[in-house]
């Protein structure tokens, strides 16, 4: 499956961006999708992911209560809905997707097999 990112831009912190996840391809529903995050100087880190079905979500600590992440198979996106952003949520955003993960807390970026190209998030203080 391809993906591709968007939605990404500057925002004030305390402020909200929503970013999507399009994919192509008609197998994606069974797709498990994943948001990461890579600041600069840092590693890729785990965000968020859902089941094929939606029905089930896992967030990272670091943004639970503040991000959402969703989805429409009908449009075949995935959407990150990013509430009261702070400073340190300024990094590239990806998107991933795998077949095979079962654990939606698999937060090793080596195991997902399909990456989005990536869409920037800049919070200002």
């Known amino acids: 499956v391809q993906l591709q990112a968007s939605g990404g831009g500057l925002v004030q912190a305390g402020g909200s961006l929503r970013l999507s996840c399009v994919a192509s391809g008609s197998t994606f529903r069974s797709y498990v999708v994943a948001w990461f995050r890579q600041a600069p100087g840092k590693e890729r880190e785990f965000v968020a992911a859902?089941?094929?079905?939606?029905?089930?979500?896992y967030n990272a600590d670091s943004v639970k209560h503040r991000f959402t992440i969703s989805r429409d198979n009908a449009k075949n996106t995935v959407y990150l809905q990013m509430n009261s952003l702070r400073p340190e949520d300024t990094a590239v955003y990806y998107c991933?997707?795998?077949?095979?993960?079962?654990?939606?807390?698999?937060?090793?970026?080596?195991?997902?097999?399909?990456w989005g190209q990536g869409t920037l998030v800049t919070v200002s203080s």
């Open positions: 991933a997707a795998d077949r095979k993960i079962k654990n939606l807390a698999t937060m090793e970026a080596t195991a997902w097999g399909s």
């Open positions: 859902i089941s094929w079905g939606g029905g089930s979500t």
